[in-house]
Each structure stands twice: as C-alpha cells, then as structure tokens.
C-alpha cells in the first residue's frame, strides 16, 4: 500500500517541473507552529491552508455580508461571498498560465476579504472611527483578517496558516490603483508581525505581498470587483451602460465579461516569464479610469449611502452597549454567549474590552448586526400569557 505522504512527496517533485521560477513551492511553506500530520498527510501545504479557510467560521459569514450595495433586496445583487469566488476563478485561471501554484492563489483569494465587517468599506470606515476613539487604533479589514484567522478561529487557537498565506491576506489591498507590481520576497513572521504593526500606525503605510501569487491576488481583486460592480450598479438603475468613458470601451469592454476577459488576457501576456505582474500602459490607464469613473458615479453615489447615518448610530450603539457589557461581567449578553463562551481562555484574559468589541462587531453579518440591533434597542412583544 502506497503511504500518503510518499504521494505528497511525488507532488511537491512534480511541482519543481511544472511551476515557473518565479512560482512559489509547496515545500516553502513556513508556519509558526510545525504539525506533523501536514508532513505525513496527502494534501500539500497551501491545498491544507485553503481547506481550512474553507471549512472556517468566518468563511460561512461571507455569504451574508455586503459587497457594495448594502440594504437592498435584489437576489442578483453580488455579496461579498460571490465577490470571493469570482477573485479565486480570476486568480487561478492567471496563475495557471503563468505557471503559478494555484493552491497559494486559492488560499489567498478565499481569505483575503475575512476581516471584512458587516456592511462593506462603509461599515469598516465606522468601525475604525470607533476603534480609534477607545484608544485600540484604526480598524482595517487586511489586518483583522489575518488576526480572525490567527487568533479568532477555533475558539482563539488560529488556523497555523502558513506565512505566505496570512502575508497575501495581508498585502491584498485592492483599492490601490497598480499596473505592476513585484514581490518582495525575504520575509519572515517577524517581519508579517512588524508590517501590521507598520499599518496600524499608518494606514496608508503600502506594503508588497512576499509571492508572486500575492501579487497576483492584489491585481486580480480589482479585475473581480470593477466590472461586477458596474453590472450591479447598471441592474439599479444607478448608471447606463452608455455613460461608460470612450476610453474605457475601446480598450476593455462595456460589460463585465469583457472587461475580465481584457484584463485577465493583458495582465497574462504581460506578465508571462516575468518576475512582476502588470498590465500593458493602455490598458492600465483605461483600468484607472474605469476606476474613476467608479468612485464617482458608483462607490461615492449619494443614492446608496441614504442610510448610512443610520448605520453609523447603531455601530455606535452596539460598540458602547457590548462594552459596558463586558466591564461589568454580564453573562447573559450577547458578546458573551454567542462569542467569548465559546473562546479560550487566553482571548478572555489576554484582549481588552474594546479589542473583543471589535471582534464580535467585525464578526457579524449584516442581517445579525440588524438582528442584534433591533432585539436590544426597539420594544420586542410580549407573551400573551404570563405564567
């Protein structure tokens, strides 16, 4: 009988012909902690991480937060777990061509939006606000993502993801506009804990993934989002497709298809035997405009932001009502039951107030952060017998 790990083995050789240079090798993978069940296992060690952000809490929350357009009620309307999925297609379909490890890309791609807080960019930019004004810093969804996957998950114990996984998680941002981009590749854990450091400080502090996958995952988040985006903003009457830039139709497309299929075709022929991954420059200005003309008419449209305020009073709300909860010991909140009874007890003793605040609220989906709201600050009808 064949043993397992012989045929995990055989893979990681095969890997050494088929993966380009640049490409990053299962065998690299480093975590903080070593499990001999990995080594002596048939899954190689980026197939493991992507399993495991698969089979996670967090990655279950996916399918009910907000991508874009929160508070509407259109079933054709993407979430971010749509959003997820499309990135990790786009990402293993690029890598496959440039002879990347697609596991890495898989496992990046699955991950990268788990810090995300209920009701998008919008919902992170409240939550920071409020993290800031408890004195526990800036709250960022790369950032937190990495910390729910490294010390959230399985009750405070982490996933042990490997290195170049947390650091694509990390690095991912894609909000960035980028035409080319290069690893930097000599990290360590050392170094993925002094770049979150380095980020909360700075916001804006811009930091490189460490594989060639990471950066791939970055690109491609854009190429994911930016024509879905438009579909779903066209199926809401807020643009017409006729109002797209000339420059943006020519060179990429007017419908979400072919804007995919122009950017995934222009970052591949670009980037093939390359160190670095980049668009051609026509296509790269027409991707910053497409870009623009996003953030004018789309992400800061007035239209869809008409509850926001509302939003914001009830992040506020809830961040004051779970903190009072947990300073004065009440068992019978929320934040506990549904949360720390559930974590070990070094996340109880070791995190402050406000950093398990953040977590629970970071953790919700939109339908419970509403549900949660409307239990614990509007009249809930009573039982029409009292025993």
């Not at 690893?183 to 993934?209: N, S, V």
């Not at 060639?212 to 779903?232: F, K, M, N, P, Q």
């Not at 992400?299 to 779970?322: C, H, M, S, V, W």
Request: charge should be negative; charged fraction near 25%.
């Amino acid at each position: 009988m064949v043993h397992l790990g012989e045929l995990r083995q055989e893979l990681d050789r095969q890997e050494e012909l088929r993966l380009a240079p640049y490409a990053t090798r299962s065998s690299q993978a480093i975590r903080r902690r070593f499990e001999e069940r990995i080594q002596e296992g048939h899954r190689q060690n980026f197939a493991v991480d992507a399993d495991r952000i698969l089979h996670s809490r967090a990655y279950t929350r996916y399918i009910d937060k907000t991508q874009v357009f929160y508070l509407i009620d259109h079933e054709h309307i993407s979430h971010r777990v749509l959003h997820v999925q499309l990135l990790s297609k786009i990402a293993r379909t690029i890598g496959r061509y440039l002879r990347l490890n697609e596991d890495l890309l898989e496992a990046i791609a699955l991950g990268h939006d788990i810090g995300h807080p209920p009701f998008g960019h919008d919902g992170e930019r409240i939550l920071s606000r409020l993290c800031q004004s408890y004195g526990i810093g800036p709250f960022l969804h790369s950032v937190q993502g990495v910390w729910f996957l490294e010390k959230v998950e399985k009750n405070g114990r982490g996933l042990n993801l490997s290195l170049q996984v947390l650091d694509g998680i990390l690095c991912h941002d894609g909000e960035t506009h980028l035409e080319r981009l290069a690893p930097h590749r000599e990290k360590t854990f050392k170094t993925l804990d002094e770049e979150i450091q380095a980020k909360l400080a700075d916001p804006d502090f811009p930091l490189k993934p460490m594989t060639l996958e990471g950066c791939v995952v970055r690109l491609a988040d854009t190429i994911s989002y930016i024509g879905r985006d438009l579909e779903d903003a066209i199926t809401l009457n807020l643009i017409s497709r006729e109002e797209l830039p000339p420059v943006v139709t020519e060179r990429l497309g007017r419908t979400n298809g072919e804007i995919v299929y122009s950017l995934v075709t222009d970052l591949i022929s670009h980037s093939y035997h390359k160190n670095y991954v980049g668009y051609s420059p026509e296509v790269g200005e027409a991707l910053k405009v497409l870009r623009q003309f996003n953030y004018q008419r789309i992400y800061d449209n007035p239209l869809i932001k008409r509850e926001t305020g509302k939003i914001e009073a009830l992040f506020g709300e809830l961040f004051q009502r779970f903190y009072q909860d947990i300073t004065e010991d009440r068992r019978d909140s929320p934040i506990w039951t549904e949360f720390l009874a559930h974590m070990n007890g070094a996340y109880r003793e070791q995190q402050a107030p406000a950093l398990i605040v953040r977590d629970y609220l970071a953790s919700m989906t939109d339908a419970s952060f509403l549900r949660r709201c409307q239990e614990l600050f509007f009249p809930q009808p009573l039982p029409s017998r009292f025993a």
